[in-house]
């Protein structure tokens, strides 16, 4: 069965200092990807997608990017992180069933 | 855009008592998916539903996909504590890549 790394677990940086969220996914191969946002008590803002290596869709224009440089690895970047960039952050999958799976997130608290 | 109306936002029932929820939508989805969120986690598949009318159980649990194809519900029986958490609906339509999501009931169970 698939399954979905994130690191780091936990994250304190300085505002306007750079970002970088990794996820790893194992059995699996040619997944989509998935980064979602949740902020404290809401709902999940889906941030990118990715159905393939160097694919990557973005769904909310923001100072964060991602990459997808492995079929099995998906990046989070930022340049310079603003406040509003705390949050939970999660990645995902999906393979060929409609079905998707969540990773345990990162917890980014941005001081 | 497609929307996902899910209540209620909020629950804070009994131990033993039965909960329901539902999600609606003005589009049509091909599939419906059950998650639920515990604190600091990432969300867990519960139910996939994917045909009309489908009435799918996982232990106390039972989600069906409504007739219109603009709902769902989820019912769990006899709450525990360890059903506290958020539970998310997520609807999708078939060749989509992405997952349309409610916002969310928080269920609350005092002991």
């Known amino acids: 069965s698939q399954t979905i790394h994130q690191w780091p677990a936990t994250l304190v940086q300085p505002v306007g200092s750079p970002l970088s969220l990794e996820c790893t996914v194992e059995?699996?191969?040619?997944?989509?990807l998935y980064w979602y946002r949740q902020a404290a008590g809401r709902g999940l803002q889906l941030l990118f997608y990715s159905i393939g290596i160097d694919q990557i869709s973005s769904e909310v224009p923001q100072n964060l990017s991602a990459s997808r440089p492995q079929d099995r690895q998906f990046i989070l970047s930022s340049k310079k992180l603003l406040l509003s960039d705390s949050g939970f952050y999660l990645c995902a999958l999906r393979t060929g069933s409609y079905e998707q799976y969540f990773g345990p997130g990162t917890r980014l608290t941005v001081t | 855009g497609q929307q996902l109306n899910q209540s209620p936002q909020s629950m804070f029932i009994q131990e033993g008592e039965d909960v329901s929820m539902n999600c609606t939508s003005s589009s049509i989805f091909n599939t419906w998916l059950w998650y639920k969120q515990d604190p600091g986690e990432g969300p867990v598949l519960l139910i996939a539903?994917?045909?009309?009318?489908e009435l799918t159980s996982n232990g106390r649990l039972t989600a069906q996909f409504g007739t219109t194809r603009k709902d769902s519900f989820l019912n769990i029986s006899a709450s525990i504590p360890s059903d506290v958490g958020i539970y998310f609906c997520a609807g999708i339509i078939q060749g989509a890549q992405k997952l349309v999501f409610g916002q969310g009931t928080r269920l609350t169970i005092n002991p």
């Open positions: 539903l994917y045909k009309a009318g």
């Open positions: 059995g699996t191969s040619n997944p989509n």
